[in-house]
Nanobody
Framework: QVQLQESGPGLVKPSQTLSLTCTVS??????????WSWIRQPPGKGLEWMGA???????YYSPSLKSRTSISRDTSKNQFTLQLSSVTPEDTAVYYC??????????????WGQGTQVTVSS
């Protein structure tokens, strides 16, 4: 049973960097052929895929967030992290980490963290 859990501060000031960590248990983040993703949901809006880090360490980002987003990992701790710089109140959302499996042209998210609320406010 794979479990993911987000952690990090719930309040960030505008212009600062949002940092979150996803801790994975029950499976390795280096196992073929999974991707480890960050997804967010602003209030009243839909889910937005932010980016992912693959089992190989390669990273992928949403074009709209690429300039501000960095995803990294610590394989010794089985963790991956999200950093979103220069945040504004529009970055307020529930942030999720999830495991993604790409099956040719079809993808699915089979395991999710519970989500963590992050509010950007002064």
């Amino acid at each position: 049973q794979v479990q993911l859990q987000e952690s990090g501060p719930g309040l960030v000031k505008p212009s600062q960097t949002l940092s979150l960590t996803c801790t994975v248990s029950g499976g390795s983040i280096t196992t073929n052929y999974y991707y480890w993703s960050w997804i967010r949901q602003p209030p009243g809006k839909g889910l937005e895929w932010m980016g992912a880090i693959a089992y190989s360490g390669s990273t992928y980002y949403s074009p709209s967030l690429k300039s501000r987003t960095s995803i990294s990992r610590d394989t010794s701790k089985n963790q991956f992290t999200l950093q979103l710089s220069s945040v504004t109140p529009e970055d307020t959302a529930v942030y999720y980490c999830a495991r993604e499996l790409l099956l040719g042209t079809i993808y699915e998210y089979d395991y999710w963290g519970q989500g963590t609320q992050v509010t950007v406010s002064s």
